[in-house]
T-cell receptor, first 118, second 110 residues
Framework: NAGVTQTPKFRVLKTGQSMTLLCAQD?????MYWYRQDPGMGLRLIHY???????AKGEVPDGYNVSRLKKQNFLLGLESAAPSQTSVYFC?????????????????FGSGTRLTVV | DAKTTQPTSMDCAEGRAANLPCNHS???????VYWYRQIHSQGPQYIIH???NNETNEMASLIITEDRKSSTLILPHATLRDTAVYYC???????????FGDGTTLTVKP
């Protein structure tokens, strides 16, 4: 049981380049999330999905796009990378059941993707 | 989701209890309190959650005040490996997302 797997783990991009970050979970979770974390800061929500084929904007969605074509995968795209997008990106997943129920174990996070845009 | 307020940093002696406070004075009736921690640069890890009753698991205890406006996460016997950033989050029963603040940096000292 791998949990939440993020690829790649590290990446250096040049300004203007594009890339896609992949998040895969094997826990049959309905909800998936993309957060970014800048040095010394907390996590900020970029986009999230409450089910296959659905996506929604979080706190800082500009410059990013997402897709949830399969339940187990959540992709984060950067169309034209900028130095301000240098950050650590975390993916997370959770069940869709009512909060506090017996299946509620909070979010399961991946180990992160460290992205540097030069 | 209700906003939470946590101290920026705290120290604790190894072997002693670590008590991490969180204020959530605008919490509503169907919102739960969740705690996570992030060790160094790893992904955050779920610790515990509760609605109004005190909760305990193998990692920690969660004490929620009767008016639910604040809570305390207790690590009963802190070890050096408990040094981390601890996040307190309030989340509605049917909310699709959670907002993480800046958390409390707990440093456990020998």
């Amino acid at each position: 049981n791998a949990g939440v797997t993020q690829t790649p783990k590290f990446r250096v991009l040049k300004t203007g380049q594009s890339m896609t970050l992949l998040c895969a979970q094997d826990m049959n979770h309905e909800y998936m999330y993309w957060y970014r974390q800048d040095p010394g800061m907390g996590l900020r929500l970029i986009h999230y999905s409450v089910g296959e084929g659905t996506t929604a904007k979080g706190e800082v969605p500009d410059g990013y796009n997402v897709s949830r074509l399969k339940k187990q995968n959540f992709l984060l795209g950067l169309e034209s990378a900028a130095p301000s997008q240098t950050s650590v990106y975390f993916c997370a997943s959770s069940y869709s059941v009512r909060a506090g129920g017996p299946e509620d174990h909070g979010y399961t996070f991946g180990s992160g993707t460290r992205l540097t845009v030069v | 989701d209700a906003k939470t307020t946590q101290p920026t940093s705290m120290d604790c002696a190894e072997g002693r209890a670590a008590n991490l406070p969180c204020n959530h004075s605008t919490i509503s009736g169907n919102e739960y309190v969740y705690w996570y921690r992030q060790i160094h640069s790893q992904g955050p890890q779920y610790i515990i959650h509760g609605l109004k009753n005190n909760e305990t698991n193998e990692m920690a205890s969660l004490i929620i005040t009767e008016d639910r406006k604040s809570s305390t996460l207790i690590l009963p016997h802190a070890t050096l490996r408990d040094t981390a950033v601890y996040y307190c989050i309030v989340k509605g029963a049917n909310a699709g997302k959670s907002t993480f603040g800046d958390g409390t940096t707990l440093t456990v000292k020998p």
